[in-house]
């Protein structure tokens, strides 16, 4: 079942900055305010911070063909799967894997599900 969610896009080489304008797109991700995602756009993904959840149709600006959020984001210092409430050896996500230090952190995945680990 699709969500309509609303998200502000991270403002560039600005890490944790967000913008004010929200812009809608539909998800099966189990969203709350405040989860970091990442967000396609015609120019490329952004990363992007929630700013409303089962967002009603009404405000819906159906103008456009909403895109679908599929991923989570997290910064290449932390590792997704440390507060997922899925087992990394048991997910059968689509995880990104960081090409920094280690190469081991989850970035993203379509399959995570923030929990208490």
Known sequence: MSNHVKVCYQI??????YGMQ???YQTDLPLRVGDVVIAP???GDRVARVHQTNVPDGEIDIRW????IEK??????ENLCDTCI?????????PTFGAGKGL??????TKYEKGDR
């Open 22 to 24: 929200a812009f809608t």
């Open 86 to 94: 899925y087992e990394f050896a048991d997910c059968s996500g689509n």
């Open 12 to 17: 560039k080489d600005e890490p944790g900055v």
């Open 65 to 68: 063909e909403l895109k679908t």
């Open 41 to 43: 756009t015609r120019y």
């Open 72 to 77: 989570y984001f997290a910064p290449e210092t």
């Open 104 to 109: 081991d952190n989850v970035l993203s995945c």
